[in-house]
């Protein structure tokens, strides 16, 4: 079993910044690509950030200059810090990770439960 748990989510104004964390447990032998997605209301989800396990990362056009995503590895975690945020940053923000259970798995993603973030002008 693999879970991913995000937090850090929450109500801020406008300019303000957030650090979303989200950590991956259970039975994980690697983990490759992580990253976040995000939904607003009525919109589809769509990529905000990703980083492979070396350190590779894109943006969505949305984001850059602002959002920076990062990990750790030996914790199995992914981080976003969020800057200079819009009210158009409003969204669940859901964390994904490519993770391979066993030797010989195929990697499968997951996906977190998700967390709100609300961005007020």
């Known amino acids: 079993q693999v879970q991913l748990v995000e937090s850090g989510g929450g109500l801020l104004q406008a300019g303000g910044s957030l650090r979303l964390s989200c950590a991956a447990s259970?039975?994980?032998?690697?983990?490759?690509?992580m990253g976040w997605y995000r939904q607003a209301p009525g919109k589809e989800r769509g990529l905000v950030a990703r980083?492979?396990?070396?350190?590779?990362?894109n943006y969505a056009d949305s984001v850059k200059g602002r959002f920076t995503i990062s990990r750790d590895n030996a914790k199995n975690t992914v981080y976003l810090q969020m800057d200079s945020l819009k009210v158009e940053d409003t969204a669940v923000y859901y964390c994904?990770?490519?993770?391979?259970?066993?030797?010989?798995?195929?990697?499968?993603?997951?996906w977190g439960q998700g967390t709100q973030v609300t961005v007020s002008s």
């Open positions: 980083i492979t396990s070396n350190g590779i990362t």
């Open positions: 994904n990770g490519l993770i391979r259970r066993n030797r010989v798995d195929t990697p499968t993603p997951y």
């Open positions: 259970g039975s994980i032998f690697s983990i490759n690509n």
